[in-house]
């Protein structure tokens, strides 16, 4: 049985930094793509990054491009977020998915692509 576990969410200041992490068990990382995904209240779920975890690529929304960074680590089988220059735009509930078999570096951000979530944690950023 698959299961991914997220950490790492909080309330910080605008400016301020997190470092998501999604513990998988159940999964071996190094096999396909994982993803990190937010929504926001009454917003629809948006992809922020993924990593393909066979070749180490990684892909980012425009949104977070120069300020968030997904990495993994194979030993501990865990993938991290690391949010840095966080905005009040940035507040929202942030899941990590796995599984995707048919992504690639243009179609990383369908979550329907993905088999696997957790169950979120979630990041509030206050101005």
């Known amino acids: 049985q698959v299961s991914l576990v997220e950490s790492g969410g909080g309330s910080v200041h605008t400016g301020g930094s997190l470092r998501l992490s999604c513990a998988a068990s159940?999964?071996?990382?190094?096999?396909?793509?994982m993803g990190w995904f937010r929504q926001a209240p009454g917003k629809e779920r948006e992809g922020v990054a993924a990593?393909?975890?066979?070749?180490?690529?990684?892909v980012y929304a425009d949104s977070v491009k120069g300020r968030f960074t997904i990495s993994q680590d194979n030993a501990k089988n865990t993938v991290y977020l690391q949010m840095n220059s966080l905005k009040p735009e940035d507040t929202a509930m942030y899941s990590c998915?796995?599984?995707?078999?048919?992504?690639?570096?243009?179609?990383?951000?369908?979550?329907?692509?993905?088999?696997?979530w957790g169950q979120g944690t979630q990041v509030t950023v206050s101005s």
């Open positions: 998915a796995a599984g995707c078999t048919f992504c690639s570096t243009t179609y990383w951000h369908v979550g329907g692509y993905y088999i696997y």
């Open positions: 159940g999964y071996i990382i190094g096999s396909d793509y």
């Open positions: 990593i393909d975890t066979r070749r180490g690529t990684t």
